[in-house]
């Protein structure tokens, strides 16, 4: 009995000794850079024209739901919900960058508190061979909370061009 586990266990060590010792190195091999360019602070309306994917927190009022937001090259804002109960909601508003902030209006208000006062953000924006994919939103004032929540809660994805 002693001697087959004797060559069980020199059976284990050779194998583990020639699978270690061979194949792959320790050293791993590096990937191929990125070709996402490292984000950049949005400074023209183009940096952000098209629609994108905005998830709200699950904390949101209106519950947590995803929304197609559109950025339009007339200064529009259209923000759509797709996802949650109160899908199909619709809010329009006027953006415009202003010394390297991005400038959200509403001024008809969404029934929800400071919801027509200017929110301030900057925007950082990720490019794939030259063209935004993700927008990144960081809070610089909005007295309009679920806004600033929505807008800072998760990177925006481009939808469409």
Not at 8 to 17: D, K, P, Q, S, T
Not at 21 to 49: F, I, R, Y
Not at 67 to 86: F, L, W
Not at 88 to 112: C, D
């Amino acid at each position: 009995m002693k001697k087959h586990w004797r060559e069980l266990i020199i059976f284990a060590l050779v194998l583990l000794l020639t699978t270690v010792g061979c194949g792959q190195s320790a050293t791993p091999t590096p990937l191929p850079p990125p070709t996402d360019v490292p984000e950049v602070l949005a400074s023209k309306n183009e940096d952000v024209l098209g629609v994108w994917l905005m998830t709200s927190p699950p904390s949101d009022p209106l519950g947590p739901s995803d929304q197609h937001v559109e950025y339009r090259a007339d200064g529009a804002r259209i923000a759509t919900i797709i996802s949650g109960m109160h899908k199909g909601y619709r809010a329009e508003a006027k953006f415009w960058l202003e010394g390297g902030l991005l400038k959200i209006h509403n001024p008809q208000g969404t029934g929800e508190a400071n919801s027509t006062s200017i929110g301030t953000y900057q925007v950082y924006v990720t490019k794939r061979g030259g063209m935004p994919v993700q927008l990144r939103f960081v809070v610089v004032d909005d007295a309009y909370v679920n806004r600033k929540d929505r807008m800072t809660y998760k990177p925006s994805m481009r939808v469409e061009p």
